[in-house]
């Protein structure tokens, strides 16, 4: 059995994310390629089983290069098991874990894909007061640090919002559907 992972990342967070389902998914036993969608073009996705596509959110929107993927594979994609996964601050409130769920999973896989996706991972993001962002980020980020500060939380550090066994669990998950 072979899947395929294919991740689109702007600061390296869904990188991660995608090469620890990589190590869980081999650990299980399942042959897994990792891929970069930036750059990818004409891919053939018929030798896997599974294939997982991701994407880092950023001022609400995939990667262009993840997105393009899913696009220009629909069809391909329609006799695959399919699962999509997302790293996004909408995962580390409680308060908008559904709503980042439907927009950012649920949307993207009904607008993308052919078929039903086997699985759905929304998962915590990193919020890096170091990172290089664009202007429309650094206005926004006003917004962010001030619920930071309302809850205590130094903005001026770096916070990891991700589960690191909630995504070995799921990937876990995906190993087991492969398998069947």
Known sequence: MKALIVYGTRYGTAAEIAEEIVKIMESEGIEVD???????KDFDVSPYNLVVV????????WTKNSLKFLKD???????????????CGAANDEKT?????????????????????????LFGSV???????GLLFKLT???????MEKQ????????????????RA???GLAEMVNQ
């Open 34 to 40: 990792l891929a970069d969608s930036k750059g990818l």
């Open 141 to 147: 980020n006003r917004f962010i640090k001030k619920e």
């Open 73 to 87: 594979n629909k069809f391909a994609l329609a006799d695959k098991k399919v699962a999509l996964f997302v790293s």
């Open 97 to 121: 874990v559904d709503e980042g769920r439907e927009k950012y999973l649920e949307n993207v896989a009904a607008e993308n894909l052919a078929g039903k996706p086997v699985a759905l991972g």
């Open 152 to 167: 205590g939380i130094d903005n001026n550090k770096l916070h990891d919002y991700r589960d690191w066994e909630e995504i």
């Open 127 to 133: 919020y890096d007061p170091d990172a290089k962002h």
């Open 170 to 172: 799921w990937a876990r």
């Open 54 to 61: 991701g994407s880092g959110i950023k001022m609400g929107k």
